[in-house]
């Protein structure tokens, strides 16, 4: 009898051994079968994502084509683009000496700057930037622009005071020119009545953005603030003038930040859209508005348009959600979900609530773990756990999440080459001419990653022998600068002026006598 309990015990035992077995073997079946799922899903985006030299090309043309049309957009053709003449005054020379003030007017608030400019061989000095936040009321439309600007007004003058000018207290106003720059909202909201806060780029020329300036100038002398603004520009303009200002080469800027945009110069007589007097360089500032720019050679995935058309702005900005920070890590967010409930990529049943919330993922922690270079990805796992709550995850995982982060990187950055290098060959300079452009914005001086395969795209595209003849740099001074460099600029045009009015006029040659 108990011979056969014990037989009965050891069929038990190893039924239950076989059946757990059986049971190892599923699950392992169903992970390999899961991660299968997993790299399927990576490979298809990363081929629908992917961006040869060829392709590369394809976009730049496309986009050299809609900026020639949106040059002569009078004639009715059809563009993606919406280009704006932003700035017809002089950009510096390089030669600009002495101190100067400028304003960066953001989103919720706006920086006060000065400094002193020693000419292009020398970095600036005694530079002082002030960061002043906009009060609520101002940003919620109940206040108006002449209330925003009698703010700003007010404290540029207490900033004025704190940092003098001796050199020039005692000059006219129209003589002690300003510096303004704004960065525009990512929404890009159009202008309306309230805050301005919600302004969108404008025409040099356009009713709009005179009556701003003469506006914002009333407010600064009646504030009894002795600076004079004569134009508003987008903050992409400043970062060209302070790549002017340092090198004749300086051609175009580009913001690559949550927004993006690019600027140039144009030989006036390019822009038929222009209805002002021509300038006296005979040169204008174009700002390309590049982030409404489409084309069918953008490499769209299902993720991307889905983002589209769940935005605030579907079937508009297209290029903008494929380059700009604001949406790299939405796009990252949204490849990781499918995987969590196609492929259980972080476990079975495992979708975090914060991993289904849109803007999740900013693209400063999707640089952080793009970049992470430690044992076993474990910033990767501690961002993860951070930002979408996923408290468990291995090595393999980790390295999944990097690779999505790289694959959306990268095509994000060589498609802002293609659009910097669809510049250059607008105007001629791929060949035969050294052109340098300025890049400011924290996407691009913040992601190490990004700025090198934007950097290796471009190289790319002009191959050996051609790919001296386009330097990017990083922008002079940081946010908000430019507006010095250009406050400069229109320092020297005043001057011009003021010698020109003093200079005695000849008097009349008396009439013949018959």
């Not at 005979?282 to 508005?289: A, D, H, K, L, R």
């Not at 995935?301 to 380059?323: M, W, Y």
């Not at 095509?411 to 290098?421: D, E, K, P, Y």
Request: charged residues 25%; aromatic residues 8%.
């Amino acid at each position: 009898m108990r011979k056969e309990v014990v037989a009965a015990a050891a069929l038990t035992a190893a039924a239950a051994i076989t059946a757990i077995a059986a049971l190892v073997r599923q699950r392992k079946r169903w992970r390999e079968q899961q991660w299968k799922e997993t790299q399927k899903i990576l490979r298809k985006f990363a081929r629908d994502c992917a961006t040869p030299v060829p392709k590369l090309w394809q976009v730049a043309n496309a986009f050299v084509a809609d900026m020639r049309s949106s040059l002569i957009a009078s004639n009715g053709t059809h563009t993606s683009l919406n280009m704006l003449v932003s700035y017809v005054a002089s950009l510096p020379s390089g030669d600009e000496e002495g101190m100067y003030y400028g304003v960066n007017l953001r989103r919720t608030n706006f920086l006060l700057l000065c400094a002193k400019l020693r000419g292009k061989n020398d970095p600036i000095s005694d530079f002082h930037r002030e960061e002043i936040h906009i009060p609520t009321n101002l940003l919620d439309g109940t206040g108006s622009t002449k209330e925003l600007f009698d703010f700003i007004a007010v404290e540029l003058g207490k900033f004025v005071e704190a940092h003098p000018n001796s050199e020039k207290k005692d000059a006219p106003a129209k003589y002690n020119k300003l510096g303004f720059i704004m960065s525009c909202p990512v929404d890009q909201a159009v202008a309306t009545s309230g805050t301005a806060i919600t302004w969108k780029s404008f025409e040099a020329d356009s009713t709009l953005g005179k009556k701003l300036v003469s506006d914002f100038n009333r407010a600064l002398e009646e504030r009894g603030v002795k600076l004079s603004v004569y134009a508003m520009v987008d903050d992409t303009v400043g970062t060209l003038a302070g790549g002017r200002y340092y090198n004749r080469e300086s051609v175009a800027a580009v913001t690559l930040g949550m927004g993006t945009d690019a600027a140039y110069v144009e030989p006036a007589d390019a822009a038929l859209q222009w209805h002002g007097p021509s300038p006296k360089l005979g040169e204008m500032v174009i700002s390309t508005q590049w982030g409404e720019f489409s084309t069918p050679h953008l490499p769209i995935t299902i993720f991307d348009t889905c983002l589209d058309a769940e935005s605030s702005n579907p079937g508009f900005r297209r290029f903008e959600k494929l380059v700009s920070g604001m949406y790299l890590g939405e796009v990252v967010r949204r490849v990781l979900l499918k995987m969590a409930k196609e492929t259980a990529l972080f476990g079975k049943r495992v979708v975090p609530s914060k991993l289904m919330t849109p803007y999740q993922l900013s693209s400063p922690d999707m640089a952080a773990m793009h970049q992470d270079t430690s044992d076993d990805r474990e910033v990767v796992g501690e961002k993860i756990k951070e930002v979408f709550g996923i408290k468990k995850s291995t090595p393999m995982v980790r390295e999944v999440v990097a690779e999505v982060c790289d694959i959306v990187a990268e095509r994000g950055a060589r498609l802002a080459g293609a659009g910097i290098l669809g510049i250059i060959k607008k105007l001629g300079r791929i060949e035969n001419k050294r052109s340098i452009v300025t890049v400011e914005g924290g996407l691009y001086e913040h992601y190490r990653v990004f700025r090198n395969y934007l950097n290796s795209g471009v190289w790319e595209m002009l191959g050996n022998n051609l790919s001296d003849n386009v330097v990017i740099e990083n922008s002079h001074g940081g946010s908000g600068t430019g507006a010095l460099y250009l406050a400069a600029s229109q320092m020297k045009n005043a001057a011009k002026s003021q010698m020109q009015d003093s200079d005695p006029q000849p008097e009349p040659e008396p009439e013949p006598e018959f």
